[in-house]
């Protein structure tokens, strides 16, 4: 059964600084990886997803990438701004095409 | 494309009656999830389709719980004689290839 482990479970950080979200999982047999925002109370929005055969994707100031040998993933949010205060959750699919999830990690930004 | 939707968004309902929430995903999707969220944690996996064909059920899913997916299109899920214990956020998720999309969720209190 994979396990998905998110570290640090919340953030807090000022305006204007690098932010760096980690995810490991226990299976490193994946099909692919996403990323997703959740606002309180909503739905989950996707971010970025990375297909196994890739290293990192790119979106703006996001940037994922994916260890898939080491079971790891780092989501990297730069020049971080308050309106990305939000819950951030990796999902960790496998060939069955099901994800598994992390229990997110919550970020808040001071202004 | 107008993204995947959830009805109702918000669900009270006394213990011992039964809800049914709906789904209706992107058009083109021919998998179809059901998920539910508890506070603080991950999503968790309930049930998913492939067009029509209910796949696989988590052992999450009771006695109690039953989804369908007529046709391969919207789909509900029903929960039958509601606990408290249900009380939870439930995800509805699609995809075709690869990446999946989520409707805004419905939160069910059962009171």
């Known amino acids: 059964k994979q396990e998905v482990t998110q570290i640090p479970a919340a953030l807090s950080v000022p305006e204007g600084e690098n932010l760096v979200l980690n995810c490991s999982f226990t299976d490193s047999a994946i099909y692919n990886l996403q990323w997703f925002r959740q606002d309180p109370g909503k739905g989950l929005t996707s971010l970025l997803l990375i297909q196994s055969s890739q290293r990192e994707q790119t979106s703006g100031r996001l940037n994922a990438s994916l260890d898939k040998s080491s079971g790891r993933s780092t989501l990297y949010i730069a020049a971080s701004q308050p309106g990305d205060s939000a819950t951030y959750l990796c999902?960790?699919?496998?060939?069955?095409?099901?994800?598994?999830f992390g229990a997110g990690t919550t970020v808040t930004v001071r202004a | 494309d107008t993204g995947v939707s959830q009805d109702p968004r918000h669900k009270i309902t006394k213990r011992g009656q039964n809800v049914t929430f709906r789904c209706d995903p992107i058009s083109e999707h021919n998998r179809l999830y059901w998920y539910r969220q508890t506070l603080g944690q991950g999503p968790e996996f309930l049930t998913y389709f492939q067009n029509e064909a209910q796949l696989e059920k988590s052992r999450l899913l009771s006695d109690r719980f039953s989804a369908e997916r007529p046709k391969g299109s919207f789909s509900t899920l029903e929960i039958q004689r509601t606990e408290q214990g249900d009380s939870a956020m439930y995800l509805c998720?699609?995809?075709?290839?690869?990446?999946?999309?989520f409707g805004s969720g419905t939160r069910l209190t059962v009171v």
């Open positions: 999902a960790v699919i496998s060939s069955d095409y099901k994800l598994s």
């Open positions: 998720a699609s995809s075709r290839k690869e990446g999946y999309t």
